[in-house]
């Protein structure tokens, strides 16, 4: 079983910042490209950011120059820095992993997601 755990979401004014961590646990043999969707009421989900293994970024250009995606391959855990936040940024965000677990079987696991509430 593999788990993925988002935390760091929150209230904060618009301006300000947040950091959301996401851990993956389990039966897991290797993981690959990481990200960071989200989801606002109405809307449908969207890619925020993701990173490969290697280290390779994306970013949506709604965040660029904002947000900053990183991983801790030691820890399993990816990162999402958001800086000069806005209301626009409110949206339960989701964490996303491509793992391949020890018996050989390979997919993509979601967090169950954590709130980001960006006052004006």
């Known amino acids: 079983q593999v788990q993925l755990v988002e935390s760091g979401g929150g209230l904060v004014q618009a301006g300000g910042s947040l950091r959301l961590s996401c851990a993956a646990s389990?039966?897991?043999?290797?993981?690959?490209?990481m990200g960071w969707y989200r989801q606002a009421p109405g809307n449908q989900r969207e890619l925020v950011a993701r990173i490969t293994s290697g280290g390779i970024t994306n970013y949506a250009d709604s965040v660029k120059g904002r947000f900053t995606i990183s991983r801790d391959n030691a820890k399993n855990t990816v990162y999402l820095q958001m800086n000069s936040l806005k209301p626009e940024d409110t949206a339960v965000y989701y964490c996303n992993s491509a793992i391949t677990t020890r018996n050989g079987y390979g997919m993509t696991y979601w967090g169950k997601g954590t709130l980001v509430t960006v006052s004006s």
């Open positions: 389990g039966n897991m043999f290797s993981i690959g490209a």
